[in-house]
């Protein structure tokens, strides 16, 4: 049975989409999810950050989830950083250093070969494309069989790599937010980063026109970086770019489902 309190929550360390971070216990903190975010999901999350936390990789530990203020959180180990978007909007001339970085540490993460239990990346990509409502059924359809087309992997891949869930630590880099983690093909991951920085760029996620300027100029150095780490499969990249951008539409993202489409659309 979860625990059940009230608190005066007042300090809002960040917010994103799903859930609120807040402070908690001393070392922790508590990720507090919006009422519309289902309990099973919450536990998925819980099972993924620990098979992801014992396999050694970068990540905080996370401990139980409770029910604060009637909402439920799940408890993760605190860590005193900065996020890497933090810093770009703080000291944006420092952007091709931290586009660099993170193709390093995304590239690291794709060499491991960890064994991590976690869900096979392209059986997660089915079912995202099978359930998505806005895609129509004839592309739904090429998509799908386009996927069965592309090649298998085994590699630790996050699912939702971008500057926000990057955490910059005395210790080093931390890496965050691994609901979406499965394992799978590299180059599939690549390509979901892309499809997040390119989305936010295109449309009113981000608003401001010289942060979609610099998100163009970060996403190039990113990926420029990236293939140079690891040459070669550049051509399979841009070929998983519509199947990752079909899939993408199954969040429901009203701002983002024009510009998906016409990426899904790009694959024909």
Known sequence: MRKKMN????????????AEIYAWQEGQVLKLFYDW????????????????????????AVGEIIRVNDRNGLVYQRVNGHSMWGMLRRKPWNGLRY????????????????????????????????????L?????????????????GDRVCHGDFHPGNILLTSQGEIIIDWIDASRGNPLADLARTT?????AAATSQMQNP?????????????????????????????RWLPIVAAARLSEEIPELEKWLIAQAEKGW
Request: hydrophobic share 40%; charged share 25%.
């Open 99 to 134: 586009a660099r970085r993170m193709a390093e540490f995304h590239a690291e993460m794709h060499a491991s070969t960890k064994q991590v239990h976690i869900p096979s990346q392209r059986q997660k990509l089915r079912n995202k494309i099978r359930h998505t409502k806005a």
């Open 7 to 18: 608190r005066d929550l007042r300090h809002l360390i960040a917010s994103g989409r799903t």
């Open 195 to 199: 499809v997040l920085a390119l989305g």
């Open 210 to 238: 010289l942060l979609k300027a610099f998100m163009h100029i970060f996403h190039t150095a990113y990926i420029h970086h990236y293939f140079k780490l690891c040459p070669g499969g550049k051509e399979e990249y841009h």
């Open 37 to 60: 975010f289902k309990l099973e999901n919450i536990e998925y999350e819980a099972q993924i950050a620990q098979a992801v936390h014992t396999s050694g990789l970068p990540v905080p």
């Open 136 to 152: 129509p059924d004839p592309l739904q359809s090429k998509t799908l069989a386009a996927l069965e087309t592309m090649p298998d």
